[in-house]
């Protein structure tokens, strides 16, 4: 079964899946999206394969918001996080045919993943090494200094991201934001999951430190 | 936060799986045991894990608002020529007319029905306009 988006705003409404489907087909999509029934999603996915727009609105309104937050934490732009999440949704909906009826919700992070990760590898932001060959290094995309400031706009902790190696930051935001597991990540990033767990004990202690430099330093209350 | 403390060595890296999966049952066992006597790894560990809670929380103020413009145009064009196959909608049609006259909202209507439904009223919503015989 999939799993429902993480926020706490969904309603659980027991009944009738189909009845309940029918019914929320007609309100407005991003109340409809509301409604937190597996069954009734299986249902939504289930009417988008066969063309229905307005199932597939529904299961926008009730995933965008967790896959926004996926990517603005491992892409840490707005703007590009903007572009891969509309690709996200788009591919989604020209694929649908290859999604399980109860297993959308996966299906649409992994979509998301491999884009975000296509990115990071395109422009260099991505690559691994053999462990531990890789030194730290600044990622001005994750700092204030930046054109955008966006970093400032997150919050201090993506700051902190910035200061640890690439690699390690992409392996923690997968687990840690995408609730990936160790193994997983080792597919996604085909590697071996011993170099995830590397990246990610090596990663989460240096950013241990540097929290708690910060907190010595009266950044952080 | 307390950056002078250091794990176990042994442990270290055991305290940064955040998952279950990621560790065979004997060593989690073992890993909550171990967290059991030594309270410097059992602090890193909780550190570990507000930083990863911190991390996973909600950025998303800057949301876009609407479905982007290319989706929807994507959405549109697939539409035209798929059919909505939404059954009996006549049945719903006839179920919403009475309902309106009486409920508010759409989850006060989905009870509503669910209540008559277990009431053992089968079909309490649709208008029978046949003669009685």
């Known amino acids: 079964m999939s799993k429902p988006p993480d926020d706490d705003s969904y309603s659980l409404i027991i009944g009738d899946p189909n009845m309940i489907t029918n019914l929320i087909l007609k309100q407005d999509p991003k109340i409809a999206a509301t409604v937190q029934n597996p069954a009734v999603e299986k249902n939504l996915v289930k009417y988008a394969k066969l063309g229905n727009e307005a199932a597939f609105e529904i299961l926008y309104w009730r995933y965008h918001k967790p896959i926004w937050n996926r990517l603005v934490r491992l892409v840490a732009s707005r703007q590009v996080a903007e572009d891969l999440h509309q690709e996200t949704f788009i591919r989604a909906w020209s694929n649908l045919q290859h999604v ?48 955008e400031k966006y970093a400032c706009e997150l919050d201090l902790l993506q700051q902190e991201l910035s200061q640890i190696a690439p690699q390690a930051r992409t392996c923690i935001i997968l687990q840690d934001v995408w609730g990936y597991s160790q193994r997983e990540i080792a597919v996604l990033l085909k590697v071996s999951v011993s ?23 009266g950044k952080v209350q | 936060m307390n950056g002078k403390l ?28 171990h967290l059991d006597s030594c309270p410097t790894c059992n602090t890193i560990r909780g550190e570990y894990l507000a930083l990863a809670d911190a991390l ?11 479905i982007p413009p290319k989706l929807q145009h994507r959405l549109q064009k697939k539409s035209e020529y798929m059919e909505i196959p939404i059954e009996d909608t006549e049945k719903e049609n006839s179920w919403e007319r009475v309902v309106n006259g009486f409920v508010t909202s759409e989850f006060d209507e989905t009870l509503y029905r669910e209540v008559h439904f277990f009431l053992g009223i089968q079909k309490p919503f649709e208008e029978d306009h046949r003669p009685h015989t």
């Not at chain 1, 767990?197 to 540097?210: K, P, S, T």
């Not at chain 2, 996973?56 to 609407?66: G, H, I, K, M, T």
């Open chain 2, 56 to 66: 996973a929380q909600d950025v998303s103020y800057d949301l876009p608002a609407e």
């Open chain 1, 100 to 147: 399980n009826d109860d297993g959308f919700g996966p299906w649409l992070y992994r979509i998301s993943a491999n884009l975000a990760l296509d990115y990071l590898r395109r422009s260099k932001k991505l690559m691994f090494l053999s462990f531990p060959n890789v030194e730290p290094e600044r990622d001005e995309r994750f700092t204030t200094s930046g054109p």
């Open chain 1, 195 to 217: 170099c995830v767990g590397a990246y990610i004990h090596r990663g989460r202690e240096q950013l241990r430190q540097i929290h708690c430099l910060n907190i010595e330093g």
């Open chain 2, 6 to 33: 250091f794990p176990c060595s042994e442990w270290a890296r055991q305290l940064t799986v955040l998952h279950e999966e990621d560790l065979s049952h004997s060593d989690f066992v073992a890993l909550q045991a």
